[in-house]
């Protein structure tokens, strides 16, 4: 096997869903010293029957065709080679061959389990992952309405029951202690959707280290406005965002323990509207309808 198939890719961008992580991957990905692949989220690991095969073909062929661009060798590989390890390894090497640090993003990863974690390790057992997470109500409104916008489910009115899949994406602490089972400390990037709306720049600066490039002129790199926003000004409704408070504020707490800031802020949104009279709508508006980049 040649050596640069010996290995993945040198990074992941493994969620949070709906947690910045498209804004995240342009920005990285427009490094000069960066390479990803032109189809973003491979699902290699999560998809092993690749259900999502027609979709990324229409996708891909869309995008070539509204820039006047032929199928590469890459779109040949990657749609119709046969899906194992060394298939994987494989779609990187265009970025290796000329010397690049490169990596993918699909936030479905964040909820693999022991198995699939330890796959991810066999293909570089050095390679580094980056979870970015979003205030759980928010991110969970953001998933919902994104949804609906591409028909995937009917309108959310009365019925707040949250399907486990969407609980389970937006339960952090899970997924921390996940990781962390698995991986060592220096592997592991933690960062919050609040630092891209506050202060960008820093926080693609951090993950550019973290994956061994250096930062240069950050603010270049930056897409202009939100990417992939699904909420706009749409708010969820106050019975929702008290239900998903309640559900979240335990493990949350615990959470903060671990880390201060845009956790702390989480938890003390949630504390203050749980404990105020159901009927004051006020708070419930504010938590979780802002809009921004997924």
């Known amino acids: 096997m040649s050596t640069l198939l010996k290995t993945g890719p040198d990074f992941i961008i493994i969620g949070a869903h709906r947690s ?17 692949p032109p189809v973003k989220e491979l699902h290699f690991f999560d998809d092993p029957t690749n259900k999502r095969f027609y979709v990324h073909l229409r996708k891909r ?7 006047r661009r032929l199928a590469t060798q890459w779109d040949l590989r990657y749609f119709f ?3 194992n390890d060394h298939w994987y390894r494989s779609l990187f090497e265009p970025g290796r061959r000329r010397g690049k640090v490169t990596g993918e993003a699909t936030p479905s ?22 979870y970015i997470m979003r205030d759980p109500v928010e991110r969970m409104w953001s998933a919902i309405r994104n949804a609906e916008t591409k028909n995937k489910e009917r309108k959310i009115k009365n019925n707040y029951d949250i399907d486990s899949e969407r609980v389970r994406k937006s339960s952090y602490l899970r997924t921390i202690v996940a990781l962390e089972s698995h991986f060592r400390p220096d592997q592991l990037f933690f960062g919050f959707f609040d ?8 926080l693609v600066a951090d993950v550019l280290r973290f994956i061994g490039v250096e930062p240069g002129d950050v603010g270049a790199l930056l897409p202009k406005g939100a990417v992939n926003s699904a909420t706009g000004s749409s708010k969820p409704p106050p019975e929702f965002v008290r239900g998903m408070a309640a559900l979240h504020l335990p493990w949350l707490r615990k959470m903060c323990e671990r880390f201060p800031g845009p956790p702390e802020a989480w938890r003390d949104r949630y504390e203050a ?22």
């Open 81 to 83: 080679g046969r899906r």
């Open 61 to 67: 062929l869309k995008s070539n065709f509204a820039e």
């Open 273 to 294: 509207l749980l404990s105020a009279p159901s009927q004051d709508t006020k708070e419930a508006e504010t938590v979780g309808g802002r809009g921004g980049s997924a």
């Open 195 to 202: 630092d891209i709306k506050r202060d960008p720049e820093r």
């Open 20 to 36: 910045g992580t498209t804004w995240l991957h342009r920005a990285i990905g427009s490094h000069p010293s960066v390479w990803v």
């Open 109 to 130: 990863y964040s909820t693999l389990g022991a198995e699939g974690l330890e796959h991810i390790k066999t293909i570089n057992t050095d390679i580094k992952l980056i």
